[in-house]
């Protein structure tokens, strides 16, 4: 039998984690055959919470859940783990200014991205979902990077929700099974600036563009309906997406773990200079993954327009970075 895989996660009481554990418990995230040990992390005032969540999960008799723990000291939640979800975040509150949120959650990265530098397994992947998603990376992937052990690349931000999003778009359009379609990439940061992009796409070795055949469509329809699909969630259900975000979660980590078969995935990961991108921007890019490693889609044609909204979105990180700059010294 496999040894366990310690899997950390963090906002383990929130909603997004109440949909996400007890999948991973299941085996959809590392396979099925694959042993898992939960180490919780979340805020003091929400381990009562926790235990409510481990009570359930224990309800569940997963075979392939081998030990749970639960923390509020991240230096605990880390200790040896092979993966880490990074899913608890300080959450927008009102009259909250996007440069206060980003400077409270640099706070809580800088604290998180220490102890993975510090305890973690060596090749630990990480995956931030905690918005803003990008920099909250970038920032852990800065503060491990001073303790030298977990290499930059393993922290990468969470753009495949946007990707799927894209995908049902795609496939409601066309009126072809979402499955059929290979080869779609999401450029840049997670928020309404991103840019979904199926140029590439080919569905049954067609390719969608022709199919669709409706650049207004994708200008005015297509590529704002993505962008803004988190926002028409919590119009609709009062509360930001917590199931398909957990979906999304499974799917990025699952396909860098286990491989995703030549297929194209969208990932957020440090810049490697590839697009022009400036080294270490964690950027969406389409990524294939093997053997444990992702490797960004190398060779892509980008017209003007696609330019633009690369630019656009880059734009948005490059500003992100500066305002906690101060914070990364
Ligand atoms: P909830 O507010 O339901 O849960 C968050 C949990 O995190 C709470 O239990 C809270 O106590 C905990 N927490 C807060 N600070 C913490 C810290 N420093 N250490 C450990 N735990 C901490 O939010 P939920 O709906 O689960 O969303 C979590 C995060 O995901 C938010 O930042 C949200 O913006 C982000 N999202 C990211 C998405 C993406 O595609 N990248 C999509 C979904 C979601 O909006």
Known sequence: AKAPVRVAVTGAAGQIGYSLLFRIAAGEMLGRDQPVILQLLDLPQAQKAVQGVMMELEDCAFPLLKEMIATDDPNVAFKDAQVALLVGAKPRGPGMERK???????????VQGAAIGQYADPNCKVLVVGNPCNTNAYIAMKTAEKYGRVPAKNFTAMLRLDHNRALAQLAKKTGRPVDSFKHLAV??????????????????????????????????????????????????????????????????????WLGSNGEWVTMGVPSDGSYGIPEGIVFGFPCVCENGEYQIVQGLPIDEFSQERINKTLAELEEERNGVKDLLR
């Open 187 to 256: 450029w840049g940061n997670h928020s309404p600036t991103m840019y979904p992009d199926y140029r590439f796409c080919t569905s049954n070795g067609e390719s969608v563009k022709d199919l669709i055949n409706d650049e207004a469509w994708n200008r005015d329809v297509f590529i704002p309906t993505v962008g803004k699909r988190g926002a028409a969630i919590i119009e609709a259900r009062g509360l930001s997406s917590a199931a398909s975000a957990a979906n999304a979660a499974i799917d990025h980590v699952r396909d860098w």
């Open 100 to 110: 206060d949120l980003l400077s409270e959650n640099a706070k809580i990265f800088t």
